[in-house]
T-cell receptor, first 113, second 115 residues
Framework: AQSVTQLDSQVPVFEEAPVELRCNYS??????LFWYVQYPNQGLQLLLKYLSGSTLVKGINGFEAEFNKSQTSFHLRKPSVHISDTAEYFC???????????FGAGTRLAVHP | DTGVSQDPRHKITKRGQNVTFRCDPISEHNRLYWYRQTLGQGPEFLTY????????KSRLLSDRFSAERPKGSFSTLEIQRTEQGDSAMYLC?????????????FGQGTRLTVV
C-alpha cells in the first residue's frame, strides 16, 4: 500500500523566518512526488513536483523541496516566509500503478508578523 | 484555457435531497478525477475517468454516489439522498496521459453543506 505522512499538522512561524514542512512517503514502486498549496475555500495549486533527475526541485513563490530516496522523504522548505504564505500545504504521491494522487493530511502553515 | 471549472462553488441542501455537481476539465485532458475533502483532511480519491470510461472507484463511493463523463469531456457527480456526513469539499482534477501523467490540475471545488 502507498501512503503519505505529513509529520506536522500545524507549523507556526514568524514572518521572514525559514520554514520546513516535513513529508514522508511509503511505496514499493517508483513514485512522483508533489506539493500543493490550498488557500481558504479554494482548490489546490501546484507548488512543485519531483518526477526524476535532480533531487532538489524549485517551485513557485520561492519554495523548494528535496527528494531523499533513502529516507523516503520530500520535505518542503522556504528560506524566508511572508504573511501571504499562510495556507494549507499538502504533500502527495502519484504512482503509475495506482493512477491517482494520494495525499497526506496536510500541514497548516501560519505566518505571524 | 481557463483551467478546470467546477459548478456550483457552494451548495446547501437538506438531508435526503439529491445534488449534482459539474466539472469541466482542461479541454485536451483525457483523465478526470473526483476527490472529496473533509475539514482538516487531505483530499481523498473517489473515482477517475479516462475519456468516457470510469476506470476506478473508491470504496468511499457508496451506491448513493454516481459519476458520469458521457462524451469524455465534462463530468457530473450526483449524490442521492444526501446525509450530513456528505458535507465536504468536492474537488475535480484533470490530467493528460499524452506524455505520461505528470501533473493533475485542480478546480476550485464545490463545497457541499447538508443541513
Amino acid at each position: 500500500a502507498q501512503s503519505v505522512t505529513q509529520l506536522d499538522s500545524q507549523v507556526p512561524v514568524f514572518e521572514e523566518a525559514p520554514v520546513e514542512l516535513r513529508c514522508n512517503y511509503s511505496s514499493s514502486v517508483s513514485v512522483y512526488l508533489f506539493w500543493y498549496v490550498q488557500y481558504p475555500n479554494q482548490g489546490l495549486q501546484l507548488l512543485l513536483k519531483y518526477l526524476s533527475g535532480s533531487t532538489l526541485v524549485k517551485g513557485i513563490n520561492g519554495f523548494e523541496a528535496e527528494f531523499n530516496k533513502s529516507q523516503t522523504s520530500f520535505h518542503l522548505r522556504k528560506p524566508s516566509v511572508h504573511i501571504s504564505d499562510t495556507a494549507e500545504y499538502f504533500c502527495a504521491l502519484f504512482s503509475g500503478g495506482y493512477n491517482k494522487l494520494i495525499f497526506g493530511a496536510g500541514t497548516r502553515l501560519a505566518v505571524h508578523p | 484555457d481557463t483551467g478546470v471549472s467546477q459548478d456550483p462553488r457552494h451548495k446547501i441542501t437538506k438531508r435526503g435531497q439529491n445534488v449534482t455537481f459539474r466539472c469541466d476539465p482542461i479541454s485536451e485532458h483525457n483523465r478526470l478525477y473526483w476527490y472529496r475533502q473533509t475539514l482538516g483532511q487531505g483530499p481523498e480519491f473517489l473515482t477517475y475517468f479516462q475519456n468516457e470510461a470510469q476506470l476506478e472507484k473508491s470504496r468511499l463511493l457508496s451506491d448513493r454516489f454516481s459519476a458520469e463523463r458521457p462524451k469524455g469531456s465534462f463530468s457530473t457527480l450526483e449524490i442521492q439522498r444526501t446525509e450530513q456526513g456528505d458535507s465536504a469539499m468536492y474537488l475535480c482534477a484533470s490530467s493528460s496521459t499524452d506524455r505520461g501523467v505528470t501533473e493533475a490540475f485542480f478546480g476550485q471545488g464545490t463545497r457541499l453543506t447538508v443541513v
